[in-house]
């Protein structure tokens, strides 16, 4: 007996009911400022202070956060959709007009976010079409009060 063909589209209609934060992960590749929206960033040890995110391996912006070695998380606030938006584009130069600077470990911080978080690349493990991303954090600050952008139901949403 064959197993039925795993249903793709309802894994991913099944899954969107949990809602995600929304952060940019950014880094430095050949001089230029690269980074990609994350809806799988996550706390993983406060001792010692580890977070992880997943990237598709598909991604064509992930092998050059990958081969930095650091990078640095900035949480999106409920106002910073098209932020959003644009780092989940194939756009050349995502960070054209917006604010940034430099994290203390150099890499790009984005202007507006509630808080970031600084790290260095600890592990990175194979997950099927995904790999997931170890940091060790280095630093860290919150920016802003607000609310979080949350994606959930295949769209943004925001907290009541």
Known sequence: ????????????????????????VAAFNEGAPVGMAIGSFFSISLDPPLVGFCAGKGSSTWPKLREAGRFCVSILGDDQEEV????????????????????????????GALAWIDCTTEA????GD???????????????????????????????
């Open 1 to 24: 007996m064959t197993e039925p063909a795993f249903d793709s589209a309802r894994f991913r209609q099944v899954l969107g009911h949990f809602p995600t934060g929304v952060s940019v």
């Open 84 to 111: 959003s938006r644009r780092f989940a584009s194939k756009e050349a130069d995502k960070f054209a007009g917006l604010a940034w600077d430099h994290s203390p470990l150099g890499s790009p911080r984005l202007g």
């Open 124 to 127: 990175i493990h194979d997950a």
């Open 130 to 160: 995904h790999e997931i991303v170890v940091g060790a954090v280095t630093d860290l600050a919150v920016a802003a009060e607000g609310h979080p952008l949350i994606f959930f139901r295949g769209g943004y949403s925001h907290l009541a």
